[in-house]
């Protein structure tokens, strides 16, 4: 079969894929509600991949995959929405892995999440963390607050994003999406602009180093709502990543400056839903109570998990607690659930 951008496409809206892997020496992979499966096809070659990718790109973007081996962008498609494009060398030939971004933004209501969450995005300032791995929803909550806020507030929203994934059409607010490398030089660059821009609410779509961190700790102090990702696997350690990442003799400042503009953490895995055959999230979330700023300030984060624990009545939770829900609900089979609990024998003896 000889494939082409538009048999991409077709197979990733007529299967409803998440993201479809190109790699030669085999033929197309997919995932679907999180399981991956292999397209009926031969094994790709090198030269088809190259085929159906080489032509997205203009010099700069050729030039710059050569030098770095790897290479970040996005297209749309009308009624088939954007595809979000990781270009690589492995073996010497070029592979590709596609992210299939839907046309609509989602609606926070069809997310599966916790309510509770919608309070941050109520909120007027301050810091909100959304965090997780690869492939487990953290662009899609984001999408899902701003849309929510796009609906309810006369906002002014800068999104920055690498590349842009979900595209928003003006409602209540006036949203404008920066994306790095074609419409900024990086996060940090875009950071300490966008604030003289009047934002209420800035978008950062990944907090990868200590500028971006530190530009973002800065625009949530000064009066803004910023909502950022990171890839950590709990609400506790994305608070060590933070202030980890910052030269010892600026972590004191680091942590009062995160005590007082953090309003809550995200953090979510994916699992496969049993029930109705998609997927469906199980949310970890840190609500900076009090309490919880004072840990942070005095560098006692390993009390935060104690406080999540019992913080139920301020929307808090633990990720075991969450996932435990959901094998009590049905929704998601009990040996997946055990494999990928954080402390398997607490979640063995939550749900028995």
């Keep these: 079969m000889e494939w082409n951008l538009d048999k991409l496409f077709d197979l990733a809206t007529t299967t409803g894929a998440s993201d ?26 090198g030269s088809a991949v190259e085929a159906v990718f080489q032509p997205l790109l203009n ?12 290479l970040d962008f996005s297209i749309g498609r009308a009624g ?45 300032n301050g810091l909100v963390l959304v965090t997780g791995g690869a492939g487990t929803g953290k662009s899609t909550t984001l999408a899902g607050m701003v849309e929510y806020m796009n609906e309810v507030y006369s906002y002014h929203i800068v999104t920055l994003e690498d590349p842009i994934e979900f595209m ?14 074609r419409d900024s030089a990086s996060f940090s ?21 200590l500028e ?26 994305t608070i060590n990543r933070i202030i980890d990442v910052f030269p010892g003799s600026r972590q004191l ?32 979330i840190l609500i900076a109570t009090p309490a919880v700023r004072r840990a942070i300030r005095d560098r006692q984060t390993h009390l935060l998990r104690g406080m999540m624990e019992t913080g139920q009545t301020h929307g808090m939770r633990l990720m075991d607690a969450a996932i435990a829900q959901l094998v009590w609900d049905g929704r998601v089979d009990k040996a997946d659930a055990l494999m990928r609990a954080r402390d398997g024998q607490v979640l063995q003896r939550m749900i028995g």
Aim: aromatic residues 4%.
């Design 20 to 45: 479809v892997l190109f790699v030669p020496g085999a033929p197309p992979i997919i995932w679907v509600a999180g399981l991956m499966q292999r397209i009926d096809s031969p094994p790709l070659t």
């Design 59 to 70: 010099e700069q973007e050729q030039t710059a995959l050569r030098r770095q081996g790897d």
């Design 80 to 124: 088939a929405g954007r595809f979000r494009i990781n270009l690589h060398y492995q073996r010497g030939s070029l592979s590709a892995a596609v992210r299939h971004i839907p046309e609509d933004v989602p609606s926070f209501s069809d997310l599966k999440l916790p309510e509770s969450i919608l309070r941050l995005a109520d909120l007027p």
């Design 168 to 181: 928003f059409t003006h409602k209540k607010s006036v949203i404008e999406q920066r994306e790095i490398g």
């Design 189 to 209: 660059s875009a950071l300490r602009h966008v604030v003289r821009q009047r934002p209420d609410v800035i978008l950062v779509g990944e907090m990868r180093d």
């Design 212 to 237: 971006t961190i530190s530009a973002a700790l800065t625009a949530a102090e000064t009066g803004h709502l910023v909502l950022a990702s990171l890839h950590t696997s709990s609400a506790d350690e």
């Design 253 to 284: 400042q680091v942590r009062v400056q995160l005590s007082d503009c953090l309003r809550g953490v995200i953090c979510q895995a994916l699992f496969h839903d049993s029930s109705d055959g998609g997927q469906v999230p199980a949310v970890e």
